[in-house]
């Protein structure tokens, strides 16, 4: 049984996307399900910088069809912090500022930690007991992503492994991939940054091809994969999302 899919860009509202992306005059307020017509995903930066509302969750929920999954970023005071053990009251204060609105279209929240931070087996081991599996009934996915090569490490996957919790696969020319993390991974999370300005669709043909691969090989055994565009060449996000798609749809 292969596992669902979703492939999308980093937020909805940049300013470039009015120009690349979405239709002449489509009002700002409708960004957000001209993305959901498109696309299957994304990835919310917001969070990662400031508290939301309930009601923002609710509005972003009901903007987009069934199917549709938000990504989001962990709060920086959980994961921007001298000892990532100490993080858990940001934790908590994360989960309850009302992402629970989001329902079954809560897709995985993305633990990024600071380019500097090194890896140290009894902090990391600390901080991933501190994502709980489920926030008032609502079941939880958790992903985290190191950026320093000190992360690549037999002991840190380990712990991902029995923690339940994704490493983030990432396809960038500054921060190291962990390819190893992927086995035994309860899902796939990859954020491919890597998008030049010069092509249209932001990736080569072969290079979306490839990726396409990749995601057949990696849900065939079920697992649910979340694939987001981000940075590079950011306005050609949305375009190589959508050639994405139409690649892994041509089976």
């Not at 017509?37 to 508290?51: Q, S, V």
């Not at 086995?183 to 990859?190: K, L, N, Q, R, S």
């Not at 990696?218 to 190589?240: C, T």
Request: proline share 6%; charged share 25%; net charge neutral.
């Amino acid at each position: 049984m292969s596992g669902k899919v979703h492939i999308g860009i980093g937020g909805w509202s940049y300013e470039p996307w009015q120009e690349t992306f979405y239709p002449k005059g489509l009002p700002k307020a409708r960004q957000l399900a001209y993305v959901g017509e498109h696309l299957t995903g994304t990835e919310i930066n917001a969070t990662f910088y400031r508290r939301q509302s309930p009601a923002s969750f609710a509005k972003w929920r009901d903007a987009v069809p069934d199917g549709f999954r938000f990504a989001l970023k962990g709060s920086r005071y959980c994961t921007n912090r001298k000892d990532l053990s100490e993080a858990g009251e940001g934790v908590e204060n994360f989960l309850a500022q009302g992402l629970i609105e989001l329902g079954d279209k809560l897709g995985p929240i993305n633990w990024q930690l600071a380019a500097t931070k090194k890896f140290d087996a009894d902090e990391i081991a600390a901080f991933l007991a501190l994502l709980p599996p489920k926030h008032e009934g609502l079941t939880l996915r958790h992903a985290i992503e190191p950026r320093h090569e000190s992360f690549d490490d037999p002991a840190f996957y380990d712990l991902a492994r029995k923690a339940g919790v994704a490493v983030v696969l990432a396809d960038s020319r500054k921060y190291p991939a962990f390819e190893k993390a992927l086995d035994g991974a309860p899902f796939v999370y990859a954020r491919l940054q890597n998008a030049q300005g010069k092509l249209e669709q932001g990736y080569p043909d072969d290079e979306i091809a490839h990726w396409a691969g990749r995601i057949r090989e990696w849900s065939q055994d079920g697992r649910e994969v979340f694939v987001f565009f981000i940075n590079g060449s950011k306005e050609r996000a949305p375009a190589a999302a959508m050639a994405l798609i139409a690649k892994l749809g041509e089976d």
